[in-house]
């Protein structure tokens, strides 16, 4: 189907949009997910185990896209790629990065997460993620459906291919060989703060056993528990030539990471996503450069990728000299933190109290115009019931490895409401 030709584009924007409104089918075959889990996991009640505490992880039904909109959210993607060769856009995001961000290792950054919200105006990113969850629970996801018509089998074709799996191992072969030259690493740690502790904590269990599975030996490891002793860093007395690193702590800079830090700066690991990798696509500083046309043209980016780049609301930093007229306009803007992550200290901002606008223009704030989210309507005891959505494409050096989507309700993305959580994206 050629995406490019604007009839057909529309008219399967208008089918996505009908299905999205009318389809209700219970398409996720529970049974099937559980089964997937427990074989990748190695463990027969890994399912069971976490699906009691996280009830709301998985939605019962999928995200319908048409492909010419997933077409326009690669071209976003790609357009920031471009920006980032730039060496004037790489200068200025420096400028206003940590110092330990400054060197660039070589590695691309392990799977980004692009986040979009999608409006009548087309989808718009609000986010980009280092440190992107849920990729690998997504893949068994959007496997563990079931067809309920002929448009939700067409759409479940492009879910049912096996290389996710095969891309995501040579994505970390890739990593290792941007810093070492050659080979692969023996051993890779996936790495955060009380691992088991985390509401992810199931996918980093998945990408233990699916790097194992294909041949690299594969750990979860808190960080503090990290060794950096004569040039090598161990954990449990184990060497670690690779840290997957899900940390939200991105320039490394607390206490309990601090052998992780040097060892990174030392070169004496291979850490991916990492702090240059972070300062370079996620800081969330960097939206007020790439949704600035102006700014962009003088850094030189081409007219098309500008274009693209359209998708990227106005995005601008909060400053003493810029608070008021802010904050007259705040109801249709969003705040964000500049340190932040996920949804964490991120307001709307026509639910700012006074108090909040106090910590907010004192600065460490980006306003962002609103992007309303998309739509999904769902069907709770028997009564249609709408909920929030988001879109994201999980990728590496660029390229697409997965999409995927989340229902909510609430001011921001969590795993909380019925009916929501993950859903898989099906192309149509």
Same mark, same amino acid.
């Given at each position: 189907?050629?995406?490019?030709?604007?009839?057909?584009?529309?008219?399967?924007?208008?089918?996505?949009?009908?299905?999205?409104?009318?389809?209700?089918?219970?398409?996720?075959?529970?049974?099937?997910?559980?089964?997937?889990?427990?074989?990748?996991?190695?463990?027969?009640?890994?399912?069971?185990?976490?699906?009691?505490?996280?009830?709301?992880?998985?939605?019962?039904?999928?995200?319908?896209?048409?492909?010419?909109?997933?077409?326009?959210?690669?071209?976003?993607?790609?357009?920031?790629?471009?920006?980032?060769?730039?060496?004037?856009?790489?200068? #200025?995001?420096?400028?206003?990065?940590?110092?330990?961000?400054?060197?660039?290792?070589?590695?691309?950054?392990?799977?980004?997460?692009?986040?979009?919200?999608?409006?009548?105006?087309?989808?718009?990113?609000?986010?980009?993620?280092?440190?992107?969850?849920?990729?690998?629970?997504?893949?068994?996801?959007?496997?563990?459906?079931?067809?309920?018509?002929?448009?939700?089998?067409?759409?479940?074709?492009?879910?049912?291919?096996?290389?996710?799996?095969?891309?995501?191992?040579?994505?970390?072969?890739?990593?290792?060989?941007?810093?070492?030259?050659?080979?692969?690493?023996?051993?890779?740690?996936?790495?955060?703060?009380?691992?088991?502790?985390?509401?992810?904590?199931?996918?980093?269990?998945?990408?233990?056993?699916?790097?194992?599975?294909?041949?690299?030996?594969?750990?979860?490891?808190?960080?503090?528990?990290?060794?950096?002793?004569?040039?090598?860093?161990?954990?449990?007395?184990?060497?670690?030539?690779?840290?997957?690193?899900?940390?939200?702590?991105?320039?490394?800079?607390?206490?309990?990471?601090?052998?992780?830090?040097?060892?990174?700066?030392?070169?004496?690991?291979?850490?991916?996503?990492?702090?240059?990798?972070?300062?370079?696509?996620?800081?969330?500083?960097?939206?007020?450069?790439?949704?600035?046309?102006?700014?962009?043209?003088?850094?030189?980016?081409?007219?098309?990728?500008?274009?693209?780049?359209?998708?990227?609301?106005?995005?601008?930093?909060?400053?003493?000299?810029?608070?008021?007229?802010?904050?007259?306009?705040?109801?249709?803007?969003?705040?964000?933190?500049?340190?932040?992550?996920?949804?964490? #200290?991120?307001?709307?901002?026509?639910?700012?109290?006074?108090?909040?606008?106090?910590?907010?223009?004192?600065?460490?704030?980006?306003?962002?115009?609103?992007?309303?989210?998309?739509?999904?309507?769902?069907?709770?005891?028997?009564?249609?019931?709408?909920?929030?959505?988001?879109?994201?494409?999980?990728?590496?050096?660029?390229?697409?490895?997965?999409?995927?989507?989340?229902?909510?309700?609430?001011?921001?993305?969590?795993?909380?409401?019925?009916?929501?959580?993950?859903?898989?994206?099906?192309?149509?």
């Amino acid at each position: 189907m050629n995406v490019k030709d604007p009839a057909l584009a529309e008219a399967n924007r208008s089918a996505t949009e009908r299905l999205n409104r009318n389809c209700f089918c219970i398409t996720l075959d529970r049974a099937a997910l559980r089964s997937a889990l427990d074989h990748e996991a190695g463990d027969t009640g890994f399912y069971d185990a976490f699906d009691n505490s996280r009830p709301h992880l998985f939605s019962n039904v999928p995200v319908f896209l048409s492909k010419s909109v997933i077409e326009e959210m690669r071209g976003i993607v790609d357009a920031i790629e471009a920006a980032t060769k730039l060496p004037a856009y790489r200068d #200025a995001v420096l400028s206003w990065a940590p110092e330990i961000a400054q060197q660039d290792f070589g590695p691309a950054g392990a799977l980004m997460g692009y986040d979009f919200h999608l409006g009548e105006d087309g989808p718009k990113l609000i986010e980009v993620n280092t440190n992107a969850g849920g990729a690998f629970l997504n893949a068994l996801l959007a496997k563990a459906q079931a067809a309920c018509c002929a448009e939700v089998e067409q759409g479940l074709i492009g879910t049912r291919r096996d290389d996710f799996e095969i891309r995501v191992v040579a994505m970390f072969g890739d990593e290792w060989r941007r810093q070492r030259g050659a080979g692969l690493p023996r051993r890779i740690a996936i790495i955060d703060d009380q691992p088991e502790e985390q509401y992810l904590y199931p996918e980093f269990v998945l990408a233990k056993q699916l790097l194992r599975k294909h041949g690299i030996d594969a750990v979860i490891g808190e960080a503090s528990e990290l060794q950096y002793e004569d040039g090598r860093v161990r954990l449990d007395g184990y060497g670690i030539d690779l840290v997957y690193n899900r940390l939200v702590d991105f320039a490394l800079d607390r206490p309990e990471h601090a052998r992780l830090r040097a060892a990174y700066r030392d070169g004496a690991v291979v850490v991916t996503p990492n702090p240059h990798n972070h300062a370079l696509f996620a800081a969330k500083r960097n939206l007020t450069l790439l949704s600035d046309p102006a700014a962009l043209e003088t850094i030189g980016l081409s007219l098309e990728m500008r274009l693209r780049l359209a998708g990227i609301p106005r995005t601008v930093l909060v400053t003493p000299d810029n608070a008021d007229a802010l904050w007259r306009s705040r109801k249709d803007l969003f705040f964000k933190p500049l340190s932040g992550h996920g949804s964490k #200290a991120v307001y709307r901002g026509d639910k700012v109290t006074k108090g909040v606008w106090t910590e907010i223009a004192r600065g460490g704030f980006v306003a962002q115009a609103f992007a309303a989210p998309g739509q999904r309507m769902i069907e709770i005891d028997g009564a249609p019931a709408p909920r929030k959505m988001d879109v994201r494409l999980y990728t590496y050096d660029g390229r697409t490895l997965l999409a995927a989507a989340r229902l909510y309700q609430g001011q921001t993305t969590n795993f909380r409401t019925p009916g929501g959580g993950f859903a898989p994206v099906l192309a149509i």
